[in-house]
């Protein structure tokens, strides 16, 4: 292949993915306004794990309220999204995959939105623990919590995102191993320095700082290493 010939290689796949990433923004979107006017609905949700007497919430700007339903929306637009965010990214790394690899694609992106959907799941459903855990270091009459909306927004939609996130770990792990980046071998030696990342990764990502959240998100994320290790294994036969 010539310079230019490879400059133009470049050149298209550049264009491809601005392209795609167009595509990927545009749907976020659309998933947010859609999100904005399901706020409310979402808002309800995202307050059920709250424990009993911490029901109400308050916010501290003139536009605070207002803000957090754009949060709201904003996180509501990536869950939307997420089916064709993963859509993008495969229609851009098909052109170079072989046949065989194609066809692992289709259960790999259904395993991915399985996965993201159990993950942010898996988030909701500590949060009850994360919150007693943290609010228990209240006194009341000396020491008593104020919760802002936006403060506790964030904390929840963080946390069921970076759940739902991490649930994507072993797919890429059996998709860089099925291109050939990636052997059971090289992950198997190095898996002392992947559970330290994990440990790293989890305390890093996890809002709150409670020992509840990066603990659970650390032994989910290491027991989905294992699984990713047993289905390489097997892939490879």
């Given amino acids: 292949m010539s310079r230019d010939e490879a400059t133009m290689s470049l050149l298209e796949h550049l264009e491809e993915l601005r392209r795609r990433l167009i595509i990927i923004v545009a749907a976020i979107v659309l998933g947010s306004i859609v999100g904005y006017f399901l706020s409310e609905p979402i808002l309800d949700i995202l307050r059920a794990p709250l424990p009993a007497g911490y029901e109400k919430l308050y916010f501290t700007t003139v536009g605070g309220a207002f803000g957090v339903r754009i949060k709201i929306a904003f996180f509501a637009g990536i869950a939307l999204a997420m089916p064709v965010v993963l859509f993008q990214l495969w229609r851009f790394v098909t052109p170079g995959l072989t046949r065989a690899e194609r066809r692992l694609v289709w259960p790999l992106l259904l395993g991915a939105l399985a996965l993201f959907a159990i993950g942010m799941t898996v988030g909701y459903l500590i949060i009850p623990f994360a919150l007693t855990f943290l609010l228990s270091f209240g006194e009341p009459g000396r020491i008593e919590p104020l919760l802002t909306i936006n403060e ?13 996130l991490v649930m994507e770990f072993p797919i890429v792990l059996i998709a860089l191993s099925r291109v050939g980046i990636l052997s059971y071998e090289r992950i198997a030696r190095q898996r002392r320095f992947v559970i330290l990342g994990i440990v790293i990764f989890a305390v890093v990502v996890t ?12 032994a989910v994320m290491y027991v989905l290493f294992e699984i990713s290790l047993l289905i390489i294994r097997f892939l490879r036969r």
């Fill in 207 to 218: 809002p709150g700082g409670d020992p509840f959240s990066p603990s659970i998100l650390s």
């Fill in 152 to 164: 506790y927004v964030g904390f929840v939609t963080t946390l069921m995102l970076a759940f739902g």
